[in-house]
């Protein structure tokens, strides 16, 4: 009888508020999936941060000359960025694809290595990523890499369309470090535009345009 019960209610339920409960479902499922790809992502992007941390000792100082044969990924992680004010860290892999950047942030592959003349790229989905707006000119940036350590002061930042490219010039004049971002932070994959931080590296120091 119960069961008869059952299949009746179901059969009476008012087509507006079945499809209002349907809503409510799909909305539950979508956020416990949300949280549970987050919590995966950040998972991976310690074990990342760990793996730099136990298996890379950085050189006090860094070469006049980057050999080239230290200048690739060794699985898939390319150097490590830290940023003191905000207490940043996080090992960069190399590409800036979906799947790169779903864990953490990645290394533009047009642009160039730290220690090399123009400019290098760091991106990352916004969720994963810095507190830009607390970024000012004058804080320091700091790539970590199997060579050395090279510091970078943020000069500005800037709001563009995800279709400007004069915002990461890999050849520009002088030694520089471009992070990039969407934008608005809260926007995640609704964001329409992108939200872009300078910086010129001032250590090691160098005479060449474009440096402290």
Not at 27 to 39: D, K, Q
Not at 91 to 106: N, Q, R, T
Not at 179 to 190: E, I
């Amino acid at each position: 009888m119960a069961s008869v019960g059952l299949r009746r209610g179901w059969g009476h339920l008012d087509p507006l508020r079945a499809t209002f409960l349907l809503f409510i479902a799909a909305g539950v499922l979508l956020i416990v999936s949300f949280f549970y790809a987050t919590s995966v992502s950040i998972a991976q992007q310690q074990r990342l941060d760990q793996e730099w941390r136990n298996t890379v000792q950085v050189p006090s100082s860094a070469p006049a000359v980057v050999p080239v044969n230290l200048k690739h990924p060794i699985d898939g992680i390319d150097f490590a960025i830290s940023i003191p004010k905000l207490g940043y860290f996080a090992a960069v892999k190399e590409g800036i694809s979906s799947s790169v950047l779903y864990d953490g942030p990645g290394h533009y592959p047009q642009t160039h290595w730290p220690g090399d003349p123009g400019t290098v790229g760091v991106a990352a989905h916004n969720v994963y990523w810095i507190d830009f707006p607390k970024l000012v000119p004058g804080d320091e940036v700091d790539l970590q890499t199997r060579y050395g350590i090279y510091r970078y002061h943020v000069t500005g930042s800037r709001i563009v369309s995800p279709n400007d490219r004069s915002v990461l010039v890999p050849d520009a004049l002088g030694y520089h470090l471009t992070l990039t971002t969407c934008w608005p932070l809260w926007a995640g994959a609704f964001a329409t535009q992108r939200y872009v931080i300078f910086t010129d590296q001032f250590s090691p120091p160098t005479e060449k345009p474009g440096n402290v």
